[in-house]
């Protein structure tokens, strides 16, 4: 069902008239209204970390099987091969997915297991083979917390990478981590960089030399960077080349690709404009040589190289309306192409393979998952390999737009307003639903949350409060302080905004949120009792301290620490769990008992304290459920306790 044959799609020219017929089923109006099942929104995405292989025949990706999210292989277009899948290892969660050649893949696993009394975030990773389809465990013998950072990775087709591992979680020699060439077909290892004292991150170039260390003390939050000039071997070589503070918020200056034949490299790095561009850096004295790139009006928030590393193909910036800049020709006149195809969507290039001439193509709009799409550039010829949902298929839910409006304080907020379909825009029941992070930030895109609570009726403001990712480190910093305060007040300022524009019912507003946003729908009952009419907090933190000194016994502890710190002056003023008695909203508790990002202790916690002060709660704990609920029958249980909760304490009838 996964391959793109002549039998199961149909491949159309750009320039054919067809072309429009085939992209356009997103850009339809449709007027379908109706209430929806809750299966359809809970439905796992066909894939996701969608990636091509270097000959563009085959997808590797997490796909949704069953229910579960599975690891997966999967032929294009020879029946010669069958599909590879595995299943994510229980209590981890999938931090990204490489090939290595046309026949292997790498997966970095994260989990958080008990060690010694505490709970510790550990990382490893596995290597899959396509024909054989078993595992190959790389680098599990190893002691330490940390065993998966890959360094390199060949673009010739051999089967070598480099890779960084802790061997001990004792601070001693095998504490820090030394670099191993390891084959990724049987696991077999030679070491190529002794371990040294304070550094914990290793870097290479496009060959696979390793010419760069971070080292870092916690105690100081010291970072420095040394440094080696190209052709050096061994653990040798290496001088300081920078440090900074981090605990001030310096910043070292990392190279992402080095210039052949020269100490030069290139670096993200913000000029005297403060904003963030591509710099041309001499790596021994730290002077800035040259700007390589930058975008107008906009940070560069990362950079995508070719598959050998050796060049920059574009980057992607902050500029939400026109977020990826192609700096290759082929890959600017790719991209022109398929946006000319579906001018009412958006169309983003999700994987590529080795020479940039095959690529997967996601075609969405903020009120549909989308489609994904196989793109030729040699004979511009696109070809149909899924709906991303096909219980949604071509389906146009709610609209979605981006509004603005002020805080109390002037600040400008921008946020994303969705309204429900087949109601009158005004005195709407309504959701104002905070994202997580807090440093993250939501876009026009679809998002199944949303999107189900709009088809029950329900208007949805997603408000990028202060302190939120996107809008520069300035708006960022705004943040700072505010945790609880200033950022909760912009929140609440969006619901004061809706009700002034006729949009929301004041009477029948309630706030929904997940992580830090469930951190946020608890301290909104509490901090603004009378705005709301309930909340629900998913796998939410009700004790910022607690969050604060849980880091998984992370080299790093203090530096996380003071970085929350700066974030309210009081953790325990700002603690859900600490103003309970403020609360007169009903509340729901809903979190997943194999979180790995927030121990489901903390809905546990709250509920207690909930029942115990006779505050109305309700708790649904969910025994196999992840932080993001990547079980379609715990999204289930998720929407259908979400909208029991909210028909009886908030009806949009």
Not at 63 to 78: C, D, K, N, T, W
Request: proline share 4%; charged share 25%; aromatic share 10%.
């Amino acid at each position: 069902m996964f391959r793109v044959t002549g039998i199961f799609l149909l491949f159309v020219a750009f320039l054919n008239p067809t072309m429009a017929q085939s992209t356009t089923d997103l850009t339809k109006q449709s007027k379908e209204s109706a209430i929806l099942p809750v299966e359809t929104f809970a439905k796992l995405p066909f894939v996701g970390q969608a990636e091509l292989s270097p000959d563009g025949q085959q997808i590797a990706g997490v796909f949704g099987i069953g229910g579960e999210q599975r690891i997966m292989i999967v032929p294009l277009f020879s029946d010669k091969n069958k599909s590879v899948q595995l299943a994510v290892p229980d209590e981890t969660e999938v931090d990204w997915i490489q090939w290595v050649n046309n026949d292997n893949i790498i997966v970095r696993l994260r989990g958080l297991i008990r060690v010694e009394a505490d709970r510790w975030y550990i990382t490893r990773m596995i290597a899959v083979n396509r024909t054989s389809g078993k595992p190959t465990k790389l680098l599990w013998q190893m002691k330490g917390q940390n065993a998966a950072n890959l360094l390199w990775s060949p673009s010739d087709g051999s089967n070598e990478i480099l890779m960084a591992a802790q061997n001990s979680i004792y601070v001693g020699e095998d504490f820090w981590p030394a670099v191993y060439r390891v084959d990724v077909t049987n696991g077999k290892l030679r070491k190529v960089v002794k371990g040294r004292r304070n550094v914990m991150d290793w870097g290479a170039d496009q060959t696979g030399s390793v010419r760069y260390g971070i080292g870092y003390q916690d105690f100081s939050t010291d970072a420095t960077l040394v440094y080696r000039g190209e052709g050096q071997k061994g653990s040798f070589g290496f001088k300081l080349s920078d440090k900074a503070k981090l605990v001030n918020e310096e910043s070292l200056t990392v190279p992402f690709m080095f210039l052949p034949g020269s100490d030069n490299g290139l670096v993200l790095k913000d000029n005297a404009d403060d904003r963030t561009v591509v710099m041309e850096v001499n790596l021994v004295t730290g002077k800035d040589v040259q700007t390589f790139f930058e975008a107008e009006n906009a940070d560069i928030k990362r950079v995508f190289l070719s598959f050998d590393r050796s060049k920059i193909l574009g980057v992607r910036t902050d500029d939400e309306e026109n977020p990826i800049h192609w700096i290759d020709p082929a890959m600017k006149a790719a991209q022109e192409q398929i946006d000319a195809a579906a001018p009412n969507a958006t169309a983003r290039i999700e994987s590529f393979n080795r020479d940039q001439t095959k690529m997967i193509v996601r075609i969405s709009t903020p009120d549909n998952p989308g489609l994904l799409y196989y793109y030729d550039a040699a004979v511009q010829k696109l070809a149909k390999i899924a709906s991303v949902n096909k219980a949604v298929g071509n389906k146009r839910l709610a609209k979605s737009k981006l509004v603005k409006y002020n805080a109390r304080d002037g600040l400008e907020i921008e946020g994303v307003l969705t309204l429900p379909k087949g109601r009158e825009h005004k005195n709407l029941p309504f959701i104002v639903m905070p994202h997580g992070g807090p440093w993250a930030h939501d876009i026009l895109r679809y998002d199944y949350w949303v999107q189900f609570l709009a088809n029950r009726g329900y208007a949805v403001l997603q408000p990028n409060f202060r302190g939120s990712t996107g809008y520069g480190a300035k708006f960022e910093r705004l943040g700072q302080g505010q945790m609880g305060l200033a950022m909760q007040d912009d929140v609440s300022d969006g619901v004061s905004w809706a009700v002034e524009q006729g949009i929301a019912d004041p009477n029948r507003v309630c706030i929904v949120g997940a992580s830090y946003g469930g951190y946020a729908a608890m301290w909104g009952i509490a901090k603004d009792p009378d705005q709301y009419r309930c909340a629900v907090s998913i796998a939410g933190v009700s004790n910022l301290r607690r969050e604060v000194n849980d880091f998984g016994s992370n080299f790093r502890a203090k530096l996380f620490r003071s970085q929350w710190k700066k974030m309210t002056p009081d953790f325990k003023a700002v603690s859900p769990i600490n103003a309970i008695d403020k609360i007169k909203a009903p509340l729901l508790l809903i979190h997943g008992k194999k979180d790995v990002t927030v121990d489901y202790v903390q809905s546990k916690k709250m509920n207690s304290a909930m029942k115990k002060a006779s505050k109305q709660v309700e708790y649904v704990l969910l025994a196999q459920a992840d932080h993001y609920f990547s079980r379609e029958a715990d999204r289930l249980v998720l929407l259908n306790s979400m909208e029991d909760f909210l028909r009886k304490h908030n009806p949009a009838d």
